[in-house]
C-alpha cells in the first residue's frame, strides 16, 4: 500500500524552529518529486515546497523562501522540511504530498497525501 | 503568481442534484488543472487531473472539463458520501496555486 507517514509537529515559540519528516512506502520513492503543502485553520491549501526525486533541485513559496529548507533522504525514504524562525502565520496543518507523475519537473498534481501534522506557532 | 478563483464558495444541494463547481485562473493555463475533495479532518484526495482525467477509483459521477482560464468541475448525481470541501490547483507555473474551495453540503 502507498502511503505517506508525517511526524513532527508541535506547539513551537515564535522564532523558533521545528523539522518535520515524512516516511513513505510502497512505492520507488527515489523516481519522484515531492512537496509540503500546508492548511491554516480553517483555511485553503497553500502549497510550500518542492524537492526532485533526486534532491538536486529544490522550489519554495515566497512565504517561506530562506525560512523553511526541505530534503528527503532516499536511502531512507524519508522527506524532510527544517522550519526556522517560526511565526505565528506558519501555523497549519503540513501535509507531504507524492507528485502524481515520473517526472523531473516541480509540477504536478498530488496523487498521495499523508495524514498531516499540526504545527502551532504561540507564545 | 497564478490567482485561482473559485465558485461558489459552498452550495446545498439535495441528493441526485447535480452540482458544478467553477474554476477560474488568472491566466491561460492550458489543461495544467487538477481538482481535489477533502473530507472534514482528512488529507485532500485527487479526483481529476489534466482538467478532465478521472483518477484510477473516482466515481464517474464526478467529471471536470475546460482549458485556458475557465473549468468545471461537475458531480452528476450528489451523493451523501460526497459532502466535502472541492478545491482545484494549477500547475502551469510555480508557485503552484490552490482555489479558494467550495463547500458542498446536502439540502
Known amino acids: 500500500e502507498v502511503q505517506l507517514l508525517e511526524s513532527g509537529g508541535g506547539l513551537v515559540q515564535p522564532g523558533g524552529s521545528l523539522r518535520l519528516s515524512c516516511a513513505a512506502s510502497g512505492f520507488t520513492f527515489s523516481s519522484y518529486a515531492m512537496s509540503w503543502v500546508r492548511q491554516a485553520p480553517g483555511k485553503g491549501l497553500e502549497w510550500v515546497s518542492t524537492i526532485t526525486g533526486s534532491g538536486g533541485s529544490t522550489y519554495y513559496a515566497d512565504s517561506v523562501k530562506g525560512r523553511f529548507t526541505i530534503s528527503r533522504d532516499n536511502s531512507k525514504n524519508t522527506l524532510y522540511l527544517q522550519m526556522n524562525s517560526l511565526r505565528a502565520e506558519d501555523t497549519a496543518v503540513f501535509y507531504c504530498?507524492?507528485?502524481?507523475?515520473?517526472?523531473?519537473?516541480?509540477?504536478?498534481?498530488?496523487?498521495?497525501w499523508g495524514q498531516g501534522t499540526v504545527v502551532t506557532v504561540s507564545s | 503568481d497564478i490567482q485561482m478563483t473559485q465558485s461558489p464558495s459552498s452550495l446545498s444541494a439535495s441528493v441526485g442534484d447535480r452540482v458544478t463547481i467553477t474554476c477560474q485562473a488568472s491566466q491561460d493555463i492550458s489543461n495544467y488543472l487538477n481538482w481535489y475533495q477533502q473530507k472534514p479532518g482528512k488529507a485532500p484526495k485527487l479526483l481529476i487531473y489534466?482538467?478532465?482525467n478521472l483518477e484510477t477509483g473516482v466515481p464517474s459521477r464526478f467529471s471536470g472539463s475546460g482549458s485556458g482560464t475557465d473549468f468545471t468541475f461537475t458531480i452528476s448525481s450528489l451523493q451523501p458520501e460526497d459532502i466535502a470541501t472541492y478545491f482545484c490547483q494549477q500547475y502551469d507555473n510555480l508557485p503552484l496555486t490552490f482555489g479558494g474551495g467550495t463547500k458542498v453540503e446536502i439540502k
Open positions: 489534466d482538467a478532465s
Open positions: 504530498a507524492k507528485d502524481f507523475r515520473y517526472s523531473s519537473s516541480p509540477k504536478d498534481a498530488f496523487d498521495i
